[in-house]
């Protein structure tokens, strides 16, 4: 099962479900009966509601709550006479339907006897898509992500929005992106409601603001208006809020007023990470008076008045404030603090104890690894997701939240997000499994996640370490995808790349070669046939990246590639394209395409 539960005892016999037979509900579970009805008739059972007994209710939902502890927890109890269902509360009871619904699919509803105790180990359990980097899913996409995270128990769910949400009197910043509107996140917060999951409004307020602030418009809130140089040397355009400018905050207020009413949520993430241009611009002498810290902070908690003002509960990203270490415990106490980190060995021990000594709430927030990547780094994600829960929990993390960010033009497709997204229920709801078996969670994940007995995930698993055929490893990305989405960064790192790392890519080129042709020649499922196609797409776009790392190693620069090897590329990376193009269409919404092929395509234009 997955999550896999807490507690399982093994009794002797079993139930073989009946193709007829009545389900015992109160007037207050009603809808969850009505969830396991349609369930059985999947599976051609016909069975009806009840509210009474009699010797014909075979399965009986009781929501008692002086017999559960926990709010979520549930006693799933399997004999051969029937199933019984016990929950503290209606939350606990969708849970235990679920467990019961993969019980039924993993033995076709003739089910072991057994006595199942359950409840999480992290209250809060969330995942974040980017819908940011050019790709919006359609709400079909987005609604079936949702029964997803419903199926393997995730209680929230973000999506995480520069200039994606289609604000009445700022159509300059989003006309070209179909962003999603009020009614449908009115919509999208109702679908989610009735799985129990928390649609949390997640919209950046400081960083991360370059679509907005590259318009005349909005240069006048800018840190930066002209621009600023990275961290790491490049130009980049307006990036971030200033703190110096008195109408940022009516700015955000405008937007908070329009956009929190379409959400029930209580909790409203504000983002606030990666303020690289602070101190560069406008707040420059107000950084040099009173450091960069106390800038940032006070910013924040001005932000945060303004979130209270609607009765919502500020989340806000910890990067920038926990280098300010003795700055964390002027945070208010009512805050949630979103402390995260992406590669494997990311510091949340310490990371954690700094916010939890400080007395302030916390979520630990790992990523999928799927970005930057195009087929995923499947080691990294897990051994981030497990290092990340594993702390969280040790320092009493209030929750977690899984992320999927889609830089540079969001080209992986969805599901190369499923490994991560299943093994972080599992060990968030149960921590005992975070030394799961790889192989029996990848089972899982067919089971549970594409509903197949096809090994989907094994061959996705296996794309997401190819990564590692070369020694080189770089922050948050794989080398093959940087050689060919960012091709202008790799001459700094070709001297690390030796002959036994190309001879290594051969091989990998040809093992991707072999999943696409496994993939392609298997018969599967009319509703899996998109997944087998995005799967393809991405690994053609792997081995399209392992090319052009051969290139710029053995040529040095992409014009010196000789034109019989070049063109045969650039007839492969065309016929991808156009591939990437239809799948696009089939589950996202057309506005940020253009604009992610435009990223992915640099390497051909610099032959023009």
Request: net charge negative; proline share 4%.
């Amino acid at each position: 099962m997955l999550p896999k539960p807490k507690k399982i005892i093994n009794l002797e016999k079993e139930f073989n479900i009946p193709f007829r037979g009545k389900i015992l509900v109160s007037g207050e579970n009603l809808k969850i009966g009505q969830l396991l009805r349609n369930e059985l008739e999947k599976s051609k059972r016909c069975f009806s509601l009840t509210g009474y007994g009699g010797e014909d209710v075979l399965v009986r939902l009781i929501v008692e709550p002086n017999c559960i502890q926990n709010s979520q927890g549930y006693r799933l109890k399997v004999t051969e006479k029937g199933i019984t269902v016990v929950s503290k509360t209606i939350q606990g009871m969708f849970y235990g339907i679920q467990t019961l619904k993969q019980l039924m699919i993993e033995h076709n509803c003739k089910i072991p006897a057994m006595i199942i105790e359950d409840e999480p180990d992290f209250e809060n359990r969330g995942f974040m898509l980017d819908i940011s980097r050019n790709r919006i899913p359609s709400m079909n996409t987005l609604k079936k992500l949702i029964d997803t995270l419903s199926e393997l128990k995730y209680n929230q769910l973000q999506l995480y929005m520069e200039h994606t949400f289609a604000y009445e009197k700022h159509e300059t910043v989003w006309k070209t992106y179909t962003p999603l509107t009020a009614d449908e996140i009115l919509d999208l917060d109702s679908y989610c409601k009735e799985r129990f999951i928390e649609l949390v409004p997640n919209q950046n307020s400081f960083g991360h603001l370059g679509k907005w602030l590259k318009h005349e418009k909005y240069k006048y809130l800018a840190e930066c208006p002209d621009g600023f140089e990275t961290p790491w040397g490049e130009k980049y355009g307006p990036f971030s809020l200033s703190p110096a400018v008195p109408e940022t905050l009516k700015f955000l207020d405008e937007l908070y007023e329009e956009l929190l009413p379409n959400f029930t949520s209580t909790k409203f993430n504000i983002g606030g990470d990666e303020t690289y241009d602070l101190g560069l611009g406008r707040s420059k002498q107000m950084c040099n008076e009173l450091g960069k810290g106390k800038v940032y902070l006070d910013f924040l908690l001005k932000v945060y008045k303004t979130v209270k003002k609607y009765g919502k509960t500020m989340m806000f990203w910890g990067d920038i404030i926990k280098n300010h270490a003795e700055l964390v415990a002027h945070l208010p106490d009512d805050i949630i603090a979103m402390v995260w980190g992406y590669e494997l060995d990311h510091p949340y021990d310490s990371e954690c104890e700094l916010f939890s000594s400080k007395g302030i709430t916390f979520y630990v927030c790992p990523g999928t690894s799927t970005w930057d990547s195009f087929v995923g780094r499947s080691e990294n994600a897990l051994m981030n997701i497990e290092n990340a829960l594993v702390n969280g929990k040790k320092h009493a993390a209030t929750g977690f939240l899984l992320t999927d960010w889609g830089d540079n033009g969001h080209p992986q497709h969805l599901p190369f997000s499923m490994i991560p997204l299943g093994y972080a229920a599992t060990v968030g709801w149960n921590l005992s499994s975070a030394n799961l078996c790889v192989d029996d969670l990848l089972k899982e994940i067919d089971l549970h996640v594409f509903k197949t007995n096809l090994s989907i995930a094994e061959q996705i698993y296996q794309l997401g370490l190819l990564y590692k055929s070369v020694n080189l490893r770089i922050h948050n990305m794989s080398p093959y995808f940087m050689a060919l989405v960012l091709p202008h960064k790799m001459p700094e790192y070709l001297t690390r790349i030796d002959d036994n790392d190309l001879a290594n890519t051969y091989l990998a080129m040809n093992r991707a070669r072999e999943v696409i042709a496994e993939l392609a020649n298997t018969e599967t499922p009319t509703d899996l046939n998109d997944v087998m196609a995005q799967i393809i797409n991405n690994a053609e776009m792997l081995i399209l990246g392992m090319q052009a790392l051969i290139f710029l190693k053995e040529y040095g620069e992409i014009m010196k590639v000789t034109s019989d090897k070049w063109n045969s590329f650039e007839h492969d990376f065309e016929k991808t394209l156009e591939n990437y193009k239809v799948i696009w269409l089939s589950s996202n919404r057309p506005g940020g395409l253009e604009e992610s092929i435009e990223k992915l395509t640099k390497i051909l234009r610099m032959r023009k």
